[in-house]
């Protein structure tokens, strides 16, 4: 059974940072693309950031551009996301995500077929 497990979610001011990680086991994800979604009460999920299997490839939506990074550790099978310079605006429920198809791309909510349960950020003076 797969899972993606996601902690280092919490509560913190503006400006400073968090460090989300994203545990995958079941399988392993080392050929696949995984990514970072969030959704707020009343809207739809939102893409983040993704990144390829083997991290030459990194995408961000404009609003974290420059302040989040993605990473992964394909030994650990794991994936983060460092979130810098955190505002109001990102407080949010975020999901780590895992596609099934190996070698493929996409920054897609539907490419997704793994989700874990996510965790909440939330920035708050």
């Known amino acids: 059974q797969v899972q993606l497990v996601e902690s280092g979610g919490g509560l913190v001011q503006p400006g400073n940072s968090l460090t989300l990680s994203c545990a995958a086991s079941?399988?392993?994800?080392?050929?696949?693309?995984m990514g970072w979604f969030r959704q707020v009460p009343g809207k739809e999920r939102e893409f983040v950031a993704a990144i390829s299997w083997s991290g030459s490839t990194r995408q961000y939506a404009d609003a974290v551009k420059g302040r989040f990074t993605i990473s992964r550790d394909n030994a650990k099978n794991t994936v983060y996301l460092q979130m810098n310079n955190l505002k109001l605006e990102d407080t949010a429920v975020y999901y780590c995500?895992?596609?099934?198809?190996?070698?493929?791309?996409?920054?897609?909510?539907?490419?997704?077929?793994?989700w874990g349960q996510g965790t909440q950020v939330t920035v708050s003076s």
């Open positions: 079941g399988r392993t994800f080392s050929s696949a693309t």
């Open positions: 995500a895992a596609q099934s198809q190996l070698y493929y791309y996409s920054t897609n909510f539907n490419a997704y077929d793994y």
